[in-house]
């Protein structure tokens, strides 16, 4: 029973991962072996589950069917085991979560680390990337996002942390060059613009009235690399927009110096990303809460 369970659990993992490859690495298995375990389970069961090509699986109609049907049952099985966790209280299992590559080391990760410590029977993995990760597709439990949440019907989100972006200067930078008093001041001054898939991060900041207005930065420095912009700044290269967490002890340090820190200033809302489900688990839902109480304090600490 054990080994038919197994193998319908396999087979929901390669319909999700998208192919036997992919789902090998997710469960740390070669290819082959995925590939043998699926045609065991074909052989049992008497029908042909995929189609197979020298470059990928695709389900068959009765593949499809099978996979709908296992997958409620698989569902039923984790919300069953979710309910007994949240009953007796504990938190135990494994939680992955996939979070932003700097925001997640500065910020998040000593959070969950310190979550993973006060709960011993929690295995927890973390995923740094800074592209849009498929939660569900990928098997993620949680999610960190900046920005967008990026919700639908299958995916619930909550908001953690307003993330405050500042425009700064190195001293020596301001000595020599001046500090802008308007948008339209920075067009004499050199800009350290965000940079990714040819494209410019706009910056927000105030206009005449204290309005936030979108403003285009144009350099002939561009990086795609927070901490590399930081440096660049710290270094007297030119103006930088970045989050206050990542320039916090150069600004302490007086390697920066904030500009226009009386006037509004735009912010970036950090999200909790999870798949929808009826019941969340203990170790997910804890996780979430601690992040929403000690994030706000560490962004701004």
């Not at 308007?182 to 990714?196: E, S, V």
């Not at 912009?229 to 904030?258: K, S, T």
């Amino acid at each position: 029973m054990r080994d038919r369970f197994d193998g319908v659990q396999l087979f929901v993992e390669v319909v999700e991962a998208g192919g036997f490859a992919k789902a090998g690495e997710r469960l740390s298995l070669t290819r082959s072996a995925v590939g043998k375990a699926i045609a065991r389970l074909e052989e049992r069961l008497g029908v042909q589950l995929f189609q197979r090509t020298t470059r990928n699986q695709c389900l068959t109609e009765d593949g499809q069917q099978y996979y709908e049907r296992c997958l409620r049952a698989i569902e039923e099985m984790r919300a069953a085991e979710t309910m007994l966790e949240n009953g007796r209280r504990e938190v135990v299992g494994k939680l992955r979560v996939t979070l932003p590559t700097l925001f997640g080391r500065y910020c998040v990760a000593p959070i969950l680390r310190s979550y993973a410590r006060a709960h011993p029977k929690l295995e927890l993995e973390l995923n740094f990337s800074d592209r849009q990760v498929d939660v569900i597709a990928e098997g993620f439990d949680l999610a960190v996002r900046n920005g967008v949440a990026g919700t639908g019907t299958t995916l619930r989100a909550r908001l953690l942390v307003n993330q405050r972006k500042v425009l700064c200067a190195s001293p020596a930078y301001l000595a020599t060059r001046g500090e802008p008093h308007t948008l339209a001041d920075l067009a004499k001054h050199d800009l350290l613009p965000y940079w990714r898939n040819e494209h410019g991060l706009l910056w927000q900041l105030p206009d005449a009235t204290d309005t936030l207005v979108d403003f285009q930065p144009t350099s002939r420095l561009r990086f795609d690399d927070l901490e590399a912009i930081a440096d660049a700044a710290v270094d007297g290269m030119g103006l930088a927009w970045i989050p206050y967490w990542l320039i916090r002890d150069r600004m302490r340090r007086g390697e920066l110096v904030e500009i226009w820190g009386h006037r509004p200033t735009a912010v970036v809302e950090g999200y909790a990303v999870w798949p929808a489900a009826q019941y969340l688990p203990l170790r997910c839902r804890l996780a979430i809460d601690v992040l929403a109480s000690e994030l706000p304090k560490r962004v701004e600490a």
